[in-house]
């Protein structure tokens, strides 16, 4: 059965980060007088992540509420941050994280997007992102790319689980046969997408994925690789 949808991971995936996040978030640490590095701010934030629960009072992960909580671990709890200053610091990150010039779109991503449209693919985006998401797109000139975007803050589901990938199959009105998912996380992504009956492809563009083993899925190195996989499987 040729495909009928093709879904794409954001971050990593069709854009990255410049400066890398950890190194952001160390930067506003340092103005605000924290001896904190990025290696040092990665590993906190990396500690956060795997401790804090998807679901703080109600807020879900990567909501400003859930993030809030996030970033007052960091910079109060083990940073040292005087409390005081956590608000203004906060309003700080999410702007920056909502400004265009904090993302890089790797090469070949409109054209990527344009040419699955082109060749009749319902386009979708699933990221586990917060609900800024819809206005980062805006401001990327991304916004018409795509013919449904989910992203996990708002709809309260989040990668790998499968019915993530499920309510996108939904949107787009198509069985998970017809469908692909291609990201840069083997968990998140890949194995997610599998394990609710999509088909599914690794996205590698810096190599990182090299030395893993055996992987679940095909992998492109390129969007433009990434591209061409995509569109052999649409008969």
Known sequence: MPLAA???DLGDTLLAERPSRAEIYAAAGRERGL????????????EAHAE??????????????WFRAFQRRLFVDELGLDPRELDVLSE?????????RTFVLYPGARELLRSLRTRGL???LLSN???????LLAALELDGCFDL???????????????FFRRALEKAGVRAHEALHAGDRIDRDAEGALRAGLQALLVDH??????????????????????????????
């Open 206 to 235: 810096e190599g990182r994925l090299a030395g893993n083993g055996q992987l679940p899925c095909p992998v492109a190195r390129s969007l433009s690789e990434l591209g061409d996989r995509i569109l052999e499987r649409c008969g």
């Open 52 to 65: 804090m629960p998807r679901e703080l009072g109600g807020a879900f992960r990567y909501s400003d509420a």
């Open 6 to 8: 093709a879904f794409l």
């Open 122 to 124: 319902c386009v979708g």
């Open 129 to 135: 992102w917060s609900a800024r998401l819809p206005r």
């Open 35 to 46: 001896a904190v590095d990025a290696a040092r701010m990665a590993q906190l934030m990396a």
């Open 92 to 100: 700080e990150l999410f702007a920056r994280f909502e400004d265009p």
């Open 149 to 163: 975007v989910l992203g996990s803050a708002a709809e309260r589901l989040e990668k790998p689980d499968p019915a």
